[in-house]
């Protein structure tokens, strides 16, 4: 049976943050195969009991865990036609003040961990009739920002995973995409949304005025694995309010 004929299999890592377990629930909810795996095992469980989906466990920063994890997602639903990493971290500081350890973590939660989704979900996809894999990257990394050196060069260097992986597998049918949002309300980035003054401050630097929901980025991850979209690829879409693109509205304007 080809893609088009039914909804795809889905493998989502990071599956409980706020835009991992918001895909979840769109997939769900439109009928997808889902395996949803991350490191929490409490609200992974709690999460794939709600919506009757496969689950497992992964260390994302690990290579041999998200080995596993793609091969368990395999061995669940028997083929997968789409893998999302939503692993990722949030370090804002200034490059003079960052140490090594900081540096290191913030590679691996974001950079490294696509990199190993993107090879082990490539290696068997590859073979399978191709699909698509959606990687975050974030607006920090089209946009320069006030302290965000590391997590900019992380998700910059996803970008660039993904545009090329994108080049090498296109033979496959294997599509490799980004979503680039802006700052999201999720609770990875509280303590820049739980003050109303940061709230307010952060909400002034997007175009549209407010922060993104999850829902909101997880319909673009959703759009890149439908496969009517099964010509699209290489490419970074911006769900950040304009953020990355278009110069803010001074406070003062009217």
Known sequence: MSQSAHRPNVLILGATGGIGSALARQLAALGYGLSLAARGSER???LATELKAHSGPVDA???ASVEACVAMAFEQLGSLHGVVNCVGSLLLKPAHTTTDEE???VLAANLNSSFYVLRS????MMRSGGGSIVLLASAVAQRGMINHEAIAA???GVVGLAQSAAATYARYNLRVNCVAPGLTRTPLTESLTRHEASLKASAALHPLGRIGEPEEVASAIRWFLDPQQSWVTGQVIAVDGGLSSVQARPASSS
Not at 121 to 124: G, H, I, K, L, V
């Open 44 to 46: 992974l469980d709690a």
């Open 121 to 124: 979900a490539a290696s068997r």
């Open 61 to 63: 920063t690990h290579s």
């Open 103 to 105: 540096w290191a973590g």
């Open 154 to 156: 992380a998700k910059a």
